[in-house]
């Protein structure tokens, strides 16, 4: 199935001060290593977004990823995430799965995106898988290409979450159990920088 990995790069990364894809993390960034984990782990191109002040540097920094990568802008990404999100399904609208991810989740591994990706395979009638961490909902969300294009729809407009979409009674989840605790752990802020660079005792992320 075609796949098309989403990562949201877009945000103004105010509470952190700089930007964060352009973040290192595990030998490359936060942005090099979503792009890489995703098409190590089954998605046949990447599509970034990006977007306000720090557009230029990412862009820059994007072009130099290796596979296939696409760079789409946001112009206007204070509405949120799902309008970032928006702008990557119109930029791929033809893809039957879409792995949104965002760049500020930096822990998620290639096991982790080959597991939902197994999951929608073997249960085709479900329209969202959800890696799900300690009973929490984590990232990246995989979306079936019907159910993400309600997203550029009429009334899909209208929504203000990718959540609220997966709260529609008609849109059939799968939560997908995963062990690896980085999937519910967004970096915003130095002080969670900080932690995520120091390991707990057994090389578990704290908390």
Do not use: C, W
Request: glycine share 12%.
């Amino acid at each position: 199935m075609s796949t098309v990995g989403l990562i949201l790069a877009a945000g103004d990364s105010s509470r952190m001060g700089e930007a964060k894809a352009l973040l290192p993390f595990d030998g490359a960034t936060f942005l090099g290593h979503a792009a890489a984990t995703l098409h190590a782990g089954g998605a046949h191109e990447v599509v970034i977004v990006v977007g306000g002040r720090h557009r230029a540097a990412i862009e820059a920094h994007a072009a130099t990823l290796p596979g296939p990568v696409v760079v789409v802008v946001n112009e206007d990404p204070a509405e949120g995430p799902i309008s970032s999100v928006r702008v990557g399904l119109a930029a791929r609208p033809e893809a039957e799965l879409y792995l949104v991810q965002p760049v500020d989740v930096p822990g998620v591994e290639r096991g982790d995106v080959a597991a939902l990706l197994r999951a929608a395979e073997e249960r085709p009638e479900v329209d969202a898988v959800v890696p799900s961490v300690a009973m929490r909902r984590g990232h990246p969300l995989l979306l079936r290409g019907g159910t993400a294009r309600r997203l550029l729809s009429v009334e899909g407009r209208r929504l203000r979450s990718v959540r609220e979409l997966l709260a529609d009674d008609a849109v059939r989840l799968h939560h997908e159990v995963l062990g690896n605790r980085a999937l519910i752990r967004d970096i915003d802020t130095p002080e969670e920088l900080g932690a995520l660079r120091r390991p707990a005792a057994g090389g578990d992320l704290p908390g």
